[in-house]
């Protein structure tokens, strides 16, 4: 089953502004990263943030993490086209994911030049 | 260092013949992930291998197996193949497991005719 959540299930912006995207689990977690993944290929690992983390920062990303209302986000700042592609929150829950990550759906994120 | 190596990367089946899919992880990592991605069901965890032993195992039926080798490569093997395992199988290596950040292959994707 779907542990995380993203929102929304696509985005569409320019080249410059900023993205946002969110991501709902259910149950309590160790860590929670986010991935990207462009068009039919691997992921990539972006971010991981801990349980303790509130915030997280790598280059033009921006991850938070609210433990109290089980969510996240993750922010790109001045956008680029080659930004473009899939991006998934996975969570490390504490109990019963027996060891693996659950990833959510995914939003897809077009940046128009 | 060399990242995680899938073969083959295009597979074409047909319904009822079984296939095997082979994942070289990346150099000193002892733990191998196997995901299957779909339009529907997004990426589900198939199971994880660490030193040579199956560590976790998520929700696929007996048909979907796999192994590890002493030089930790990992091999699935997906039986009798039906028209749903059509997918984009991912394997993903890490030293110890999916607590920490997850490098992914690029993928085979297997069609099912």
């Known amino acids: 089953s779907q542990q995380g959540e993203e929102d929304p299930q696509a985005l569409s912006i320019q080249e410059g502004e900023n993205a946002t995207m969110n991501c709902s689990y259910k149950t309590s977690i160790n860590n929670l990263q986010w991935y990207r993944q462009n068009s039919g290929r691997g992921l990539v690992h972006l971010i991981l943030i801990r349980s303790n983390e509130r915030e997280k920062h790598s280059g033009r990303l921006r991850v938070t993490l609210d433990t109290s209302k089980k969510s996240s986000s993750l922010l790109i700042t001045a956008s680029r086209a080659a930004d473009t592609a899939s991006y998934f929150c996975?969570?490390?829950?504490?109990?019963?994911?027996?060891?693996?990550?659950?990833f959510g759906k995914g939003t897809k994120l077009s940046v128009k030049p | 260092k060399a990242g995680v190596t899938q073969t083959p990367r295009y597979l074409i089946k047909t319904r009822g013949q079984q296939v095997t899919l082979s994942c070289s992880p990346i150099s000193g990592h002892r733990s191998v992930s196997w995901y299957q991605q779909t339009p529907g069901q997004g990426l589900q965890f198939l199971f994880e291998y660490f030193s040579e032993t199956q560590r976790n195992k998520g929700n696929f039926p007996g048909r979907f197996s796999g192994r590890q080798f002493s030089n930790s490569r990992s091999e699935m093997n997906v039986s009798t193949l039906e028209l749903g395992d059509s997918a984009l199988y991912l394997c993903?290596?890490?030293?110890?497991?999916?607590?920490?950040?997850?490098?992914f292959g690029p993928g085979t994707r297997l069609t099912v005719l």
């Open positions: 996975a969570t490390m829950p504490r109990l019963g994911s027996q060891g693996n990550l659950i």
């Open positions: 993903a290596s890490s030293h110890s497991g999916g607590a920490n950040e997850q490098f």
